[in-house]
């Protein structure tokens, strides 16, 4: 089983790419990058772009299911309608390729990764490589978001 996890976002964009080895049932990251738009360039752009992301790491890693955070709103609308527009261009993505698209709340990816609902960034991000192997550094939080989202649906999901 071959998972896209996402981080929701415009401006950066968590990307992982997770797989269990049905044999061993050992969970790694194959990939994972924070994907970057420029502020400078027109929203329109900015959704094509993550689009175009998406679909070449859809067509190299070839995974079967989305993992992607719900969305938490926050006072800022105008950010929420943003990370909503990326939000759709990755579902969109997902499903043209016929995979199947699983939605964690917040809460829900905590409680996977660290057994509390109420867990910060730090607890989460130690608790990751014990979750999952991991064979390069991480360097952002988008990334760590994403691969956490991933270790959710790697505990969660059913087929």
Same mark, same amino acid.
């Given at each position: 089983?071959?998972? /896209?996890?996402? @981080?929701?976002?415009?401006?950066? /964009?968590?990307?992982?790419? /997770?797989?269990?080895?049905? =044999?061993?049932? &050992?969970?790694? +990251?194959?990939?994972?990058? !924070?994907? *970057? %738009? +420029?502020?400078?360039?027109?929203?329109?752009?900015?959704?094509?772009?993550?689009?175009?992301?998406?679909? +070449?790491?859809?067509?190299?890693?070839?995974? %079967?299911? +989305?993992?992607?955070? *719900?969305?938490?709103?926050?006072?800022?609308?105008?950010? $929420?309608?943003?990370? $909503?527009?990326?939000?759709?261009?990755?579902?969109?993505?997902?499903?043209?390729?016929?995979?199947?698209? !699983?939605?964690? %709340?917040?809460?829900?990816?905590?409680? $996977?990764? %660290?057994?509390?609902?109420?867990? @910060? *960034? &730090?607890?989460?991000?130690?608790?990751?490589?014990?979750?999952?192997?991991?064979? =390069?550094?991480?360097?952002?939080? @988008?990334?760590? @978001?994403?691969? $956490?989202?991933?270790?959710? !649906?790697?505990?969660?999901?059913?087929?």
């Amino acid at each position: 089983m071959i998972i /896209l996890a996402i @981080d929701p976002g415009y401006e950066r /964009l968590g990307i992982a790419v /997770l797989e269990r080895n049905e =044999k061993t049932k &050992k969970d790694q +990251l194959l990939f994972s990058e !924070c994907f *970057k %738009t +420029l502020s400078s360039s027109i929203f329109s752009e900015r959704l094509r772009l993550i689009g175009e992301e998406i679909d +070449l790491v859809i067509k190299k890693y070839k995974p %079967t299911i +989305l993992s992607i955070e *719900k969305l938490f709103f926050t006072s800022n609308q105008k950010t $929420a309608m943003g990370v $909503a527009e990326a939000r759709g261009v990755v579902i969109y993505e997902a499903t043209r390729n016929g995979m199947i698209v !699983c939605e964690y %709340t917040p809460l829900q990816i905590k409680i $996977a990764t %660290t057994g509390y609902g109420r867990s @910060d *960034k &730090k607890q989460i991000i130690s608790m990751i490589p014990k979750l999952i192997a991991i064979t =390069k550094e991480i360097k952002h939080d @988008d990334e760590f @978001d994403a691969i $956490a989202a991933g270790i959710t !649906c790697l505990a969660s999901y059913r087929p």
